[in-house]
């Protein structure tokens, strides 16, 4: 299978750009030479991610992305990429008016973020914050090009 991005956006007062989010996505997976994937990625709003965040990270609060991957087989036992990513696009519009950047650009830092939890890379100690930081960077650089 090749590569497939899905987005949806359940939060109706905010606008996305569908193909941009998948653009960007798509050079994070393409860049790491994944060729079968399938990443869901869903906007949400505070609320609806709060659910999910206290659900699943046992925090009664709103975050900005939340990721699961899952490592499916395919019959031909070659590994395929998948995962879901949430988003919540109203703490994205409110972190780009805070840090003085575009919805645009917040959005893509969310996701690039997100579809790097999806390919394995955590966030949890400090090492690991700074190897994705600076993936993040490296992504963000280039996804202002796309």
């Not at 609320?47 to 975050?63: A, E, S």
Request: aromatic share 8%; charged share 30%; glycine share 4%.
């Amino acid at each position: 299978m090749p590569l497939r991005i899905r987005v949806k956006n359940l939060n109706k007062r905010r606008r996305i750009n569908y193909k941009s989010i998948e653009k960007v996505a798509l050079h994070v997976i393409r860049s790491f030479k994944k060729a079968d994937a399938l990443v869901d990625i869903t906007f949400l709003s505070n609320g609806r991610i709060k659910t999910l965040n206290g659900k699943y990270m046992h925090r009664n609060k709103p975050t900005d992305v939340i990721s699961f991957s899952l490592e499916e087989k395919s019959p031909l036992a070659k590994k395929r990429l998948v995962g879901d990513i949430y988003i919540s696009s109203d703490m994205a519009d409110s972190n780009a008016r805070r840090f003085n950047t575009s919805f645009h650009k917040e959005l893509a830092l969310y996701v690039v973020h997100g579809v790097l939890h999806v390919l394995g890379f955590g966030d949890k100690t400090k090492k690991e914050k700074i190897r994705i930081r600076k993936l993040e960077e490296k992504f963000l650089t280039k996804a202002s090009n796309l």
